[in-house]
């Protein structure tokens, strides 16, 4: 079935780093979605993005729609250790449903 | 606080017995979906509700799950005669198809299930 491929799977990086992250599809999506989901609660949306090339940024986070409307990639400027956690990427999928992505799990160090 | 709220937050039960949860979406948010999410993985969609219909369900949803959404508002997923592979979070989420952004799905906190 379709599949949202997150990379890197982890990562640890030391605070006030930048991250990158990307997720990739076989098919073309409409929209994307970024969560983050830190232990035991639900995920939070944190940006969505609407277009082939737009980049919307939320604070220290930026995320950009592909041009091939296969991928997305999301920036985190200047990490800090609250920003643990694991990020989602996900769009609508037929009618109805949604897809998530593998997750790309971040672990900060002071 | 108008987010999505689920109840219980956790719930064991013994193997074979019927549990329910509830979730409570959004004021206003007519469409509501249930995910299941296991530990490493992303949410997986099980079934979705426009209102009080119910028009997609995942084949994940064995003949023992069951939703209702009876008044378009909360929703109840009930597992019957529950077994260990039934042990996850579940997940439900809402939004609104009559006014953007359309695609923006809200998460409650989940409701982590242990089955022993």
């Known amino acids: 079935g379709q599949q949202l491929n997150q990379s890197p799977q982890s990562m640890f990086i030391q605070e006030g780093e930048d991250v990158s992250m990307n997720c990739t599809s076989s098919?073309?999506?409409?929209?994307w979605l970024w969560y983050k989901q830190d232990p035991g609660e639900g995920p939070v949306l944190l940006i969505a993005?609407?277009?082939?090339?737009e980049l919307t940024s939320n604070g220290r986070l930026t995320a950009q729609f592909g041009i091939t409307r296969k991928d997305s990639f999301l920036n985190i400027s200047a990490s800090i250790p609250s920003d643990v956690g694991i990020y989602f990427c996900a769009g609508p999928w037929g009618t109805y449903k949604y897809i998530f992505g593998t997750g790309t799990r971040l672990k900060v160090l002071a | 606080d108008t987010g999505v709220s689920q109840d219980p937050r956790h719930k064991i039960t013994k193997r074979g017995q019927n549990v329910t949860f509830r979730c409570d979406p959004i004021s206003e948010h007519n469409r509501l979906y249930w995910y299941r999410q296991t530990l490493g993985q992303g949410p997986e969609f099980l079934t979705y509700f426009q209102n009080e219909a119910q028009l997609e369900k995942s084949r994940l949803l064995s003949d023992r799950f069951s939703a209702e959404r009876p008044k378009g508002s909360f929703s109840t997923l009930e597992i019957q005669r529950t077994e260990q592979g039934d042990s996850a979070m579940y997940l439900c989420a809402s939004n609104h198809e009559g006014y953007p952004p359309y695609n923006e799905q809200f998460f409650g906190p989940g409701t982590r299930l242990t089955v022993l």
């Open positions: 098919s073309i999506f409409n929209t």
């Open positions: 993005l609407y277009k082939a090339g």
